[in-house]
């Protein structure tokens, strides 16, 4: 079984997904479909974008050859032919190469839609998280992380939520 590298921004887009899909609104199946589509077409491109990526490679190949071999054998070849050949190896290569900024470019458009969904698929975590736990407690923090400014840090945290018992217990151990 062949195990797939997936990548940071592959596996965060994969749990923002999977966080979505307890919401149970409507908008939420919209969101994943849009981030789906979009994910198909990034990856079409990206194929499209290796195919030219190989073409351009094989018509340089060809193009080589021609410059190399063609030359040595004039009696095998005419002239037309060997320009003929120059020709197709050179439009190919350079249509292939067009191709390929395009297809580069095309991608980020899709990088760019892709990082939109993913932050409205952080908002609608956001919403979900707060609708069901409540608004986070936010505590202040300190640059030290060492002596009284962290044991002060521990000591509001811990009153904020409402247990100064164990602040002290905190702050000590």
Known sequence: ??????????????????????????????????????????????????????LAALALAGLCYAAIFLDDYPQRTSQFVTRFIVQVFGAVGLASTICVVAFL??????RLRLDRRREECRQLVTKLLESRLGKPITTPWRESPMGDRNR????????????PDQSES???G
């Open 170 to 172: 905190t702050a000590q």
């Open 105 to 110: 470019g095309l991608r980020m458009i899709y």
């Open 152 to 163: 002060e840090t521990v000591q509001v945290a811990a009153g904020r939520n409402g247990s």
């Open 1 to 54: 079984m062949k195990k797939k590298i997936k990548s940071e921004h592959q596996r965060e887009t994969a749990f923002l997904r999977h966080c979505i899909r307890y919401d149970e609104s409507p908008g939420r199946r919209a969101l994943d479909d849009r981030i789906t589509q979009i994910q198909r077409d990034e990856r079409c491109v990206r194929r499209a974008m290796w195919l030219m990526a190989l």
